[in-house]
């Protein structure tokens, strides 16, 4: 019996020093099955607590009084799967007649608490049936990305959400994007991973980084081309201009517009083109995008309006000839000029890291999800790479970014240097790529 009891107390101590250092271990060993129980035990008192349960149907009710029974219970929407992850729970419910998806959005904050689960989100699957993923502990507090994840074409994995799934940055579907954050809040190292990540990709790679090059240029072997200045990014932008101008002849050429050409062999896009002829897609990375739209002079007024006109023009018409924007930038509104609000309503994907005031978070989410604001300034301070995102379709989520150092990310740039484009449009901005320069050793001043 003593034995028993010690291994009972073992146990119990085994799962609590997991849960405290380790909870993915936890919850891969103790936490799924006790989840598991704890929500089949509790799920219709639960759901009839929430208020997401319908009176049963009429015909039931007629039998009971016929049969002298007992009137049947209000009826808890099916249980159609419950799955268990890595990470927590997915449960899929049938509705109810009556019932609606929306209802039990807004009952996940008290789902979290009935079955004590760390995290519950809700998305609607198809009519009449929804999902519910229960996260079992914090899984943005250490961020790690899955060994095994979906990689294809232009689709990459970049972040984890705040429901255990991997977040991907998918250009063919979204082609252009907004990333705005405060000092020290992530927003170098999201733009870090995403060159980690598209450098094994068959793409060309354009830099815009008018920090001198602070954070691009270590990156120069897998890049097509840097700009490192304004007037640099002016020349550069025109010429992807001109490139753009270039693949839509192209295109144009190779439609074989017939009347027996069958539908899908209809060229659109580079993606409709044969692999032979399609030509390699850009993406182009701007670091901070305040630094292109500032001017003091009348002289880089003209540049100024250059540069944003042309970034316009490439939000506008790049997607078909396969040219992706990743802007980022602290701040992002109307203050920076003429056509800044032009380019950002073309910017799908709207990512907003910490941010310093409520304004930053407006120029982010206001105009596409509202909701997202308040998420956007609770974030807090000591949690860097913590960011929120959302698309033009409203819909919004809390993310995290693995942390991949400088070093990380030059490793990965140059175990695929080789992949790097040779575009001839490009080769006067292409990086000249020099061994490190060693910096003399400055002499200490002496001493009296």
């Not at 268990?84 to 899929?92: A, D, F, I, N």
Request: net charge positive.
């Amino acid at each position: 019996m003593r034995w028993l009891i010690a291994s009972a107390v073992l146990v119990v101590a085994i799962a609590g020093l997991l849960r405290w250092r380790r909870p993915a271990w936890y919850w891969l060993t103790f936490g799924v099955t006790l989840a598991t129980f704890r929500v089949l035990a509790r799920y219709r008192s639960v759901m009839d607590a929430c208020g997401l349960t319908v009176p049963p149907p009429r015909w039931r009710l007629a039998i009971a009084r016929m049969a002298n029974r007992p009137a049947p219970e209000p009826r808890a929407p099916r249980i159609l799967r419950l799955r268990p992850t890595r990470t927590g729970l997915v449960l899929r419910l049938g509705l109810r007649p009556g019932q609606d998806a929306f209802d039990v959005a807004a009952s996940c904050d008290r789902l979290r608490h009935s079955f004590a689960m760390y995290g519950v989100t809700s998305r609607e699957i198809r009519s009449g049936v929804v999902e519910l993923r229960m996260t079992g502990y914090d899984v943005l507090k250490r961020v790690h990305l899955p060994a095994k994840t979906q990689r294809t074409v232009m689709r990459v994995p970049v972040a984890v959400r705040e429901d255990g799934a991997v977040h991907y940055r998918d250009y063919r579907t979204t082609p252009h994007a907004l990333t705005i954050g405060a000092t020290k809040s992530g927003k170098s190292v999201y733009q870090r991973n995403l060159v980690a990540e598209l450098a094994s990709q068959h793409v060309a790679l354009v830099g815009i980084d008018c920090k001198q090059g602070v954070e691009l240029f270590p990156l120069a072997r897998r890049f097509s081309a840097l700009a490192d200045n304004p007037d640099t990014a002016a020349g550069l932008l025109d010429v992807l201009i001109a490139h753009m101008e270039g693949v839509y002849q192209l295109i144009r050429a190779e439609q074989r517009i017939t009347a027996d050409t069958p539908d899908a062999e209809i060229a659109a896009d580079i993606w409709d083109l044969p692999d032979h002829l399609r030509p390699v897609p850009i993406v182009v990375l701007v670091d901070e995008v305040a630094e292109l739209a500032l001017f003091a002079t009348k002289d880089e007024e003209k540049r100024r309006d250059r540069i944003i006109t042309a970034l316009a023009r490439l939000a506008q018409l790049g997607r078909a000839a396969g040219i992706y924007l990743e802007i980022c930038g602290q701040r992002f509104g109307s203050e920076l000029g003429k056509g800044i609000t032009m380019l950002r309503a073309q910017l799908s994907v709207r990512t907003a890291h910490r941010v310093n005031d409520e304004t930053s978070a407006n120029m982010a989410f206001g105009d596409i999800a509202p909701d997202a604001v308040l998420a956007t300034i609770q974030i807090p301070v000591d949690s860097p790479g913590l960011a929120i995102t959302g698309d033009a379709s409203g819909g919004w989520a809390r993310i995290r970014t693995p942390h991949t150092s400088l070093r990380t990310a030059v490793n990965a740039c140059n175990k695929h240097a080789h992949l790097t484009p040779d575009l001839p449009t490009l080769a006067a901005f292409r990086p000249a790529v020099e061994p490190p320069v060693t910096l003399a050793k400055i002499p200490a001043p002496a001493t009296a």
